[in-house]
């Protein structure tokens, strides 16, 4: 029984070393992919919130002053991605959240998901920058944007 233990092989350091490269392979590999899939699911379950900022905008001539609240009513279902956030814009309003990243995608960047019915994107990378100033539109903050694929929505890139 004792020569038979010893013959046996002993696969701990091959995983050791494998599944590291592994994981680090898929996640370069599937970042994209998969954080599309995630921007796409939480732009889709945004809809319903759209839609009763919409009814409501109908309802009373102007869009809600805000909607900050304790409770949250409107879920994006997606891991990572807590809460949507709604801030009245110029005669719109912008409807955000925060996308995950993959730690090796853009190392540090933090990319925001915008929509606004009026096309009029805007996300800001400091508080004071939404406070009035003498400045036309104040810089943003961030380094890069791009069309997501859906209808008034943009993502921003932040280092």
């Known amino acids: 029984e004792k020569l038979n233990a010893e013959n046996k092989y002993n696969w701990l350091p091959v995983y050791l070393i494998y599944l590291p490269v592994f994981t ?18 939480a732009v ?41 956030l709604y801030a009245p814009h110029k005669k719109g309003y912008n409807l955000s959240f925060e996308q ?6 853009k190392f540090g960047t933090r990319e ?5 019915p009026l096309d009029e994107n ?10 009035p100033t003498n400045q036309a539109e104040p810089s943003q903050g961030w380094y890069a944007s791009g069309e997501t ?6 993502y921003f890139l932040f280092d």
């Open 100 to 105: 995950p990243r993959f730690l090796l995608d």
């Open 149 to 154: 694929g859906h209808l008034r929505w943009k």
């Open 122 to 131: 805007s996300v800001y990378s400091h508080t004071a920058w939404l406070l």
């Open 112 to 116: 925001w998901v915008v929509y606004n």
């Open 24 to 41: 680090l392979f898929l996640q370069l590999t599937m970042a994209k992919p998969l954080t599309q899939l995630s921007r796409n699911r």
């Open 44 to 84: 889709e379950n945004a809809y319903s919130f759209i839609r009763y900022i919409e009814e409501y905008h109908t309802q009373q001539g102007l869009y809600p002053l805000t909607l900050q609240a304790q409770n949250k009513d409107y879920y994006s279902d997606v891991v990572g991605v807590e809460k949507y």
